[in-house]
């Protein structure tokens, strides 16, 4: 056992001397490519930058980003929205505007944004003289969904004809468990939750995190990981509506309620999307829980209702997950940000 506990005890020191080093080495000899690093955004966190709403896309980015196996590029605009072909750019604000509003689906992780169902709505909203621009981010909720609606308006010094909310399943347990408002209205993580700012950190201060971060996003997903996702399966799952589900509903009604109240004094229409992840696909959870209750919550509001799970309904279980989904994980490949837009587009007809 001593020996056990010797050899333990000197390969941590070993550790941590080379932690020290790779540290030291990074911000003196090699500060200058440490800093190129940082401004290329190239690292997968390092696409975001920390901000009063917690996180947000860093701005100016024109990277090749991964995603398991994929890798697509990412751009983002002087204000830190996604952009690309058909996206609103300065000489747009002029037009009548469409926010979108919601986490990773909005954003478009691993596709092109031409491809994401917001790139979609931009390109056929330009040809009626419209513009929509992208404010989705990974791991945004309702919390954050109204203070960044709020937050964009004053960034474009416009308010925007229409608000498309997509209310993704993860929002109800990040409401509930994962984000709190602090002073100054200031969105923070709970303590258990603070991955972010450490990952940040050890990302842009080690080589060797650097480099395992990068192997680890680059890895290709297994086809199980697309499945057994606890922030899907609270509306099947009772426990897990009693542990977070419940509170998150209620949390994430008030925040949407803002909304609702954002929008009157804009004299905004408002729409709320809602879409389904393999796991409720499989469980055969088509009158979800986030269906009905979003259902309700909209006519109560007098908002528009998009009942996205519907589409992903249409054939077998399995063929819909393999066809819609990104192989080995919960977001949607291109087929699907197309079928959920083309819901979208059928139930809106123009904008």
Known sequence: MKRVLRVLGQAFVIVLIVLALDYVVLATVLSDWKRNWADSATAYTQAYVLSPLHHDIAPNQDSMRAWGNIVYPFRSDRYGFRTGACAPGENDKTKSAIFAVGDSFTEGLGVLYEESFVGLMACDAAKQGKAVWNLGVVFYSPVIYYRKIRASAEKLGIKPAEVYVFLDLSDIRDEALVYRVGAGDVVTMAPSYHWFATGQFLLGNFATFRLIYDLWIKSPFS?????????????????????????????????????????????????????????????????????TYWR????????????????????????????????????????????LFDELRSAIGDY
Request: with cysteine.
């Open 296 to 339: 309700d919550w909209a006519a109560a509001r007098g908002a528009r209702f998009i009942d996205g799970f519907a589409p992903f309904f249409r054939g077998p279980p399995g063929a819909a997950v393999h066809k819609y989904y990104i192989r080995g994980d919960t977001h949607f490949n291109a087929a699907g940000h197309h079928l």
């Open 223 to 291: 086809v199980a990981g697309s499945y057994g996702r606890e922030r899907a399966l609270w509306t099947v799952d009772p426990g897990l509506m009693a542990e977070w589900g419940r509170r998150g509903l209620q949390l994430a009604t008030q925040s949407m309620d803002k909304i609702v109240d954002l929008c009157r004094e804009w004299q905004c229409k408002l729409t709320v999307v809602v879409y389904p992840w393999p796991d409720n696909i499989a469980e055969g959870d088509r009158n979800s829980i986030q269906v």
